[in-house]
């Protein structure tokens, strides 16, 4: 494709790639200086429209960050809390942007009428906790576990008691709860309610990756990038239930690590945990939260 200037449409931002720039400057200054004229890599003046075509690009992918910035999945950090008052919320203290960007996500589910996402989001407001899961069994047959009738909330993290007046004040009258911790809810009236609902099945991961490494690889820099990513990922943004995608890790290794992308390659990653083995996919029960305990819990084979 050839250069062309940058422009928004009904699909979203558009702009055009460094090498394209790098091709109209070197249109432009042939236009200048003449069809004939040399433009070598080894030329000062080859270097200096690859370092305008270079500022070009940077001014662009600001650019591009600041559009994107506009949807709470891409801001992050200051930006993410100029968004937040346009959902009724603020910065928590000492809270991620992805456990601000669920807080959105909880908040929007709220204003449908399913009953499973207004008492996930009631119990996602609550200070302090980080996952949820709702399922509510309407069968006359117990399932999984969760008797007939009744709602089974899963909770990570939070005040048992906030938890327990959000489910009671969102929950359909005349339908049970069901969980192993319990709480007293007491109405306007006086009146006590047994609230119950449950903690996740908590589920250590180790994790040995290999890697082919190259000239330039290091490993006391680039392996705490990697292991950041992996910490974040599965503690913090996998759900509740969610099986887990092995796979999935390899590129969130290679995008941390970007600074050594040519120095390395990843030719392997295992996930152990108390059911045995997976390189693929690992299912979860409903209950489940995957946990990396630290980067203890994360080896590396060099080849």
Request: some cysteine; glycine content about 6%; proline content about 5%.
């Amino acid at each position: 494709m050839s250069y062309f200037p940058p422009y928004i449409d009904e699909t979203g931002m558009h702009m055009p790639t460094y090498e394209e720039r790098m091709q109209d400057l070197e249109e432009a200054y042939r236009t200048i200086f003449g069809m004939q004229a040399e433009l070598d890599p080894a030329m000062p003046d080859y270097q200096l429209l690859s370092v305008f075509a270079r500022g070009l690009d940077d001014t662009a992918a600001l650019v591009l960050e600041a559009y994107n910035a506009r949807n709470p999945q891409y801001a992050r950090g200051h930006t993410l809390d100029l968004l937040l008052p346009q959902y009724g919320l603020e910065r928590r203290a000492g809270e991620t942007d992805a456990e601000a960007r669920r807080r959105i996500a909880a908040g929007l589910a709220s204003k449908g009428v399913s009953i499973p996402d207004a008492i996930y989001a009631a119990i996602m407001n609550c200070a302090y906790v980080t996952h949820a899961k709702v399922r509510i069994n309407d069968t006359d047959t117990t399932i999984d576990g969760i008797p007939a009738h009744s709602i089974a909330a899963v909770v990570n993290s939070g005040r048992a008691d906030d938890i327990a007046k959000a489910l009671y004040e969102k929950k359909p009258p005349g339908i049970s709860t069901y969980g192993t911790t319990t709480r007293i809810v007491t109405d306007a009236h006086g009146g006590e309610h047994e609230i119950h609902f449950s903690r996740p099945a908590r589920t250590s991961v180790f994790l040995q990756i290999t890697l082919k490494t190259y000239a330039g690889f290091e490993a006391n820099t680039a392996e705490p990038l990697m292991n950041e990513a992996l910490l974040e990922y599965v503690n913090n943004q996998m759900a509740i239930g969610e099986d887990f995608n092995v796979p999935l890790l390899t590129g969130m290794m290679y995008q941390a690590a970007m600074g050594y992308i040519n120095t390395f390659a990843v030719t392997d990653v295992a996930m152990s945990y108390s059911g045995g083995v997976a390189q693929d996919k690992a299912a979860a029960g409903w209950n489940v939260k995957w946990v990396l305990a630290d980067s203890s819990a994360i080896s590396y084979v060099l080849e």
